[in-house]
């Protein structure tokens, strides 16, 4: 996992402002990954209509680092804030920032891929989009290449999770935020796992209706967790959780 860019000196930053609500919280009251993985999801599409960006949908979610400096609370009022924060040829990563009033902090970064709608193939970003972000984004080039181990070791654990009429979305997907409640379920058995604590969801293919599910976890060598979510014999993603802080990188671009 890598460092995360600090917030730009110039260019396009959107806010928003988001309650902790009672369906976000663990039982213990703080906010759980997958309430958090919804608001970056929702800001991120309040940006991209206010910005009017050409094909908004045609963007897909390739990996997600969430990273819990404290954790959120019960009704506590979260400001956040997201900017682009680098591009390749064929993707861009947004980065997140999330304060609450009670001293809640966590920062994220998304990495999206435009796709052509017609083949479901990545496509090159259009020049519409430099336009908008490419200011905030500056000259910082990106890859999208996924690093975690894509086999779980031997003696892993197993557990089998069933899928839910919920976990889909419009585009017939398990929606991204679903991945983090898988997550959340493994590391209810570590709790050793907690602020601060930086986490990653990697996507490779999509989980459909009917799919059969089973989640394989192991410890990594750091103290943290693996996780390897497969779907009908398919690997659909991988999980890492890593104790630590986000290590935000200050300086220019």
């Known amino acids: 996992m890598d460092d995360l860019v600090a917030r730009p000196p110039t260019g396009r930053v959107f806010a928003g402002t988001r309650r902790v609500r009672l369906a976000d919280v663990s039982p213990a009251g703080r906010l759980r990954l997958d309430g958090a993985a919804r608001f970056l999801q929702d800001l991120s599409a309040d940006d991209t209509a206010d910005a ?10 390739r990996k997600t680092m969430i990273v819990v400096e404290s954790f959120p609370a019960y009704l506590e009022s979260m400001a956040l804030v997201t900017w682009c ?10 980065r997140i920032s999330m304060h609450g009033e009670r001293g809640g902090v966590l920062e994220a970064a998304t990495t999206w891929v435009k796709l052509n709608r017609a083949t479901g193939r990545p496509a090159r970003i259009p020049a519409g989009f430099e336009k908008i972000y ?8 990106l890859t999208a290449r996924l690093d975690h181990p894509e086999v779980a070791p031997s003696g892993a654990s197993a557990f089998r999770w069933p899928l839910r009429v919920t976990d889909f979305d419009v585009l017939h997907h398990v929606n991204n935020a679903v991945y983090w409640q898988i997550v959340e379920e493994a590391l209810a058995l570590r709790r050793d796992l907690r602020a601060p604590v930086r986490a990653e969801v990697q996507h490779r293919t999509a989980i459909e209706r009917g799919s059969e599910v089973q989640v394989s976890t192991a410890p990594l060598a750091d103290g943290g967790l693996g996780l390897w979510v497969v779907a009908d014999g398919r690997l659909a993603a991988t999980a890492q959780v890593r104790p ?6 200050s300086g220019s671009r």
């Not at 490419?134 to 080039?141: F, I, K, L, N, T």
């Not at 630590?244 to 990188?249: F, I, K, L, Q, Y």
């Open 244 to 249: 630590g802080g986000s290590g935000v990188a």
């Open 85 to 94: 924060s680098g591009t390749g040829s064929h993707w861009a990563e947004r």
């Open 52 to 61: 009017a960006l050409p094909d908004a949908e045609a963007w897909v979610v």
């Open 134 to 141: 490419g200011e905030a984004a500056g000259s910082r080039r």
